[in-house]
Structure formats: structure tokens, C-alpha cells
């Protein structure tokens, strides 16, 4: 029988989310009201487009995030598993980092000069993740632009390599989708500068083969990878998988990209330290600041020598790279706090004891309805996938989804008081998330199943 066959049907998946609509909008008259006023001065309502991306008719409007709960303004209080889509991996509003950010507000926000911190920070960092080299951007986006243009100005290449399926920010080169054997712009994206995938290359995600073929040439400046798909479902690497990686790329001087932005969650040093993998260059955003608008890049030894010998530019401030604000102080005061009080082992090891408690619950609710579904996870951070296995590759894993159950199963955890990250079936756990969070959510989930079943 097919995953599809023993699914929830459509007609049941559209009489709950009726249900759920009515119950969303009866109980939050403020967040309403809210709307209406910002209605005329935001597009589409709101200050980032992204905050339209929920199950609901418009967004619940936050009072505060503390910790794993967030409560919003029509009094609700939610176990919050989307925490930023990972920005607030490690809880919102870590104590340490607002006692930092407190402390340098009223000393500094931002001069374009370096913090008197900085040295022990780029330890910190190479202590953390092995790169012995480091630059700090204002997002993951800027870190995975600035990595690749100094993967083509390094490697005299134009040509880059990404997974279909893969999402790396809003970087129009990697923007791209795999299309009858062709890299495509996907369709979405707005207003490139010209083709948006002349210059890319796409692959599937763990297809060995097709990365043989497709570096053979020589002329891939780069490789830009996450240690496992996370914008596609989950889809795990497999084994064997990154070896080759590293050993194809070395082999034709594509320099590898290991983007951690989400596979941080592994553990402390994310699933580079973890996996042993050997990147050239490294990036990290999102929660790497607690939080705070802040991501890094790393590099290696030999890469270092050959970007500081690269001709000093002539026309400062043109090279590309970086913008005003990167690294400013208060982003400075936040990593330091993050890295050295937050970001702990004892933090990763409760978040992926959760993550655990979480995985067995869903296997368990999955064997106990026969539901034909999977459970993935990456340290302290879980899945569910609608497809009868694991998928392999972007492909497999997009033909499983199922938008509208998705769209209702989150729209009721939401009504129950639990946030799950509108895009994916992800689950983040954080160092604050309670197991009795855990158990709500699961409840609640076993719930929604039972009147899917009806
Ligand atoms: C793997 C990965 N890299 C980079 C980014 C871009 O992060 P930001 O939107 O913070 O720039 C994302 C965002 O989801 C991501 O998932």
C-alpha cells in the first residue's frame, strides 16, 4: 500500500483545518487587530514577508521569547520547537548574552573597529570547529556570498556545485533547482541579474557519480554543501558520502564548502567536529550569536596564505565582501557570550537527550497508528517525514511531503499552544526545553492523528 494510501485523507485533512481556521482566528482578537493596523504600513502587512509563511491567516504577534516559550499578545503561551527557524537554537534571550548585550549597549554599538575581545573570540571559534582561520559576517547569507566569491577569486573558476534541494540563503547562485538534468533559477526567485543558474551546477544529494562527472573538468571553484540536506526534509548523508566528497574535490581543486548553519544542532562543533570533516571554508549563522544578527566563516591555514597574498585591492571597499556592520560590537559581545557561557556541552547534551525523548515518542506514535512515516534527526534536531523511508536525495524527499496535512497538523499544535517552523516538519530542542514540552507535543500530535482518522 502506498504512503499516500494510508495517510489521512484530503477530505479529512480539509475538514480539520476548517475546524482550526474558525478556532484560530476566535481566539486571537488582538493579534487581528494588529494586523489590520499594520496592514497599511508593511507590505503584505508585515515587516519580513517570511512572517506570512504560517499555517494561519496572519501571524500570532509576540509579547516576549524567553527560554524554550513564547508568549504572544492574546495571552497565549507556546513550547516553542521553531525557535527562529534556529536562530534561538540555544533558547531565546540566553541569560549571558542579554547580560552581554546590556553591558556593551552602553558601551558601543558598532565603530568598524575591532573589540578589544576579538583575539579570544577567533580562539574560541577555532577551539570549537578546528578552522584555525575566521571572518564574521551579519548573516549566514553574507557568510555563503562572501565564501563563494572567494572560492572564484582563489580558484580563477566561475563554475560552482550545490544539491538540489539545498537552500543557503538568499544567494542567487545557489537559488537553483534541479530540472530534467539541468540546473534551473528556481521559479520563485525574483529578479536576478541574468540566468541565475549559468554559472551552477546541480547534483542530487548523495549521488557520487553525477559529482564525479560534474567536477571532472576542472572548473568548479567550489562545492557548497550542508553535512546533510535541511531545507528539503532531512535527508542524512550516506555512508561513505563525505569521504568522497572530500577526496573528489581535493582531486580536481574544487575547494569544499561546509555550510552548518542548521547541522550545528550535532553537537558542539557541529557535524564538522562530529563527522571529522575537513572543509576549506566553513560557515556558520543563525543561533552562532545566540541570536543576534551574526554569522562566521572559517578557513583553512593554507587558504588564509593565499587570500592575504591576493593582490591588495586598490579600490578599498569594492571587493565585495562584507558590509558596514559586520562585526560590530554588540555582535562581538553577543559570539562571546554565546560561544563561551551558552553554547556548552552540558547545553548540547540536554538538547539532544530531548531530541532522543522526541525521536522515540514520534517513532512510537508512528508504529502504534501503522502510519507509514519516518522520524530523522541531527543532534537536537528532529523531523518528520510524510515518506515511507528516509529519502536519499532532494527529489525523494520533496515528493513525499504532504503540504496540506503538514499545513493542519501544525495549524492544530498551534491552536494547543505548541510553534513548529512553518517551512518544514522540523523540531529544534533547545537547552531550556522541558521534557513535559516534549510530551505536549506529542500528545497534542497523537490527538490531531486520532481525529484524522475518524
Ligand atoms: C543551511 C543554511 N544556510 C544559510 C541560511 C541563510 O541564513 P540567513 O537567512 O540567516 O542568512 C539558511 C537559512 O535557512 C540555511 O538553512
Keep these: 500500500m502506498s504512503s499516500a494510501a494510508r495517510s489521512p485523507s484530503a477530505e479529512a485533512i480539509a475538514v480539520l483545518q476548517e475546524r482550526e481556521l474558525r ?14 493596523q499594520s496592514e497599511r504600513y508593511w507590505q503584505g502587512g508585515v515587516p519580513f514577508h517570511w512572517m506570512r509563511d504560517w499555517p494561519m491567516p496572519y501571524p500570532v504577534f509576540v509579547r ?62 577555532s577551539a570549537r570547529f578546528g578552522l584555525p582561520c575566521w571572518q564574521m559576517t551579519q548573516t549566514a547569507t553574507d557568510a555563503n556570498r562572501s565564501v563563494l566569491r572567494l572560492a572564484r577569486a582563489l580558484t580563477a573558476r566561475s563554475e560552482i556545485l550545490v544539491f538540489d534541494g539545498c537552500y543557503h540563503g538568499t544567494v542567487d547562485e545557489t537559488l537553483v533547482c534541479l530540472v530534467d538534468g539541468q540546473a534551473r533559477a528556481r521559479a520563485g526567485l525574483r529578479g536576478p541579474p541574468g540566468d541565475a543558474a549559468a554559472h551552477t551546477r546541480v547534483i542530487e544529494f548523495n549521488d557520487l557519480a553525477a559529482l564525479a562527472a560534474a567536477l571532472a573538468d576542472g572548473q568548479v571553484a567550489a562545492v557548497l554543501c550542508e553535512p546533510a540536506l535541511t531545507n528539503m526534509g532531512m535527508v542524512l548523508p550516506q555512508p561513505g558520502f563525505h569521504a568522497e566528497l572530500r577526496r573528489l574535490t581535493r582531486q580536481h581543486g574544487t575547494l569544499l564548502i561546509i555550510d552548518e548553519t542548521h547541522t550545528f544542532s550535532a553537537g558542539p562543533g557541529g557535524c564538522t567536529r562530529r563527522d571529522g570533516l575537513e572543509p576549506d571554508l566553513f560557515v556558520c549563522g543563525k543561533a552562532i550569536a545566540g541570536g543576534m544578527p551574526c554569522a562566521v566563516y572559517g578557513m583553512t591555514a593554507a587558504l588564509r596564505t593565499r587570500i592575504e597574498a591576493m593582490p591588495a585591492n586598490a579600490e578599498h571597499g569594492h571587493s565585495g565582501l562584507g558590509t558596514t556592520l559586520s562585526a560590530n560590537l554588540l555582535a562581538l559581545a553577543a559570539i562571546e557570550a554565546c560561544l563561551t557561557e551558552v553554547m556548552t556541552d552540558a547545553a548540547f547534551a540536554h538538547m539532544e537527550a530531548q531530541a532522543i525523548r522526541l525521536e522515540q515518542g514520534l517513532h512510537s506514535l508512528l508504529a502504534k497508528r501503522a502510519l507509514p512515516w519516518h522520524v530523522q534527526r541531527i543532534g537536537a534536531r528532529v523531523e518528520l517525514g510524510f515518506g515511507a523511508a528516509p529519502a536519499r536525495n532532494g527529489r525523494e524527499s520533496a515528493a513525499a511531503m504532504l503540504p496540506e496535512l503538514e499545513r493542519t497538523l501544525h495549524l492544530y499544535l498551534l491552536n494547543r499552544g505548541v510553534l513548529l517552523t512553518p517551512f518544514h516538519n522540523m523540531m529544534l530542542l533547545s537547552p531550556q526545553t522541558a521534557p513535559g514540552a516534549v510530551d505536549r507535543l506529542l500528545t497534542h500530535l497523537e490527538a490531531a492523528l486520532d481525529e484524522l482518522a475518524r
Excluded at 478556532?23 to 489590520?36: D, V
Excluded at 541569560?95 to 580562539?123: C, D, H, K, N, S
Aim: glycine share 10%; net charge negative.
Design 64 to 125: 516576549s521569547a524567553v527560554g524554550a516559550t513564547l508568549h504572544d499578545v492574546d495571552d497565549y503561551a507556546y513550547d516553542d520547537f521553531c525557535l527562529g527557524d534556529t536562530g534561538a537554537m540555544f533558547g531565546h534571550s540566553p541569560p549571558a548574552v542579554a547580560r552581554a548585550l546590556t553591558r556593551q549597549a552602553a558601551q558601543g554599538l558598532t565603530a568598524m573597529l575591532p573589540g578589544e575581545r576579538v583575539a579570544a573570540i577567533g580562539a574560541a571559534l
Design 23 to 36: 478556532t484560530f482566528a476566535g481566539a486571537h482578537p488582538r493579534a487581528a487587530e494588529l494586523m489590520q
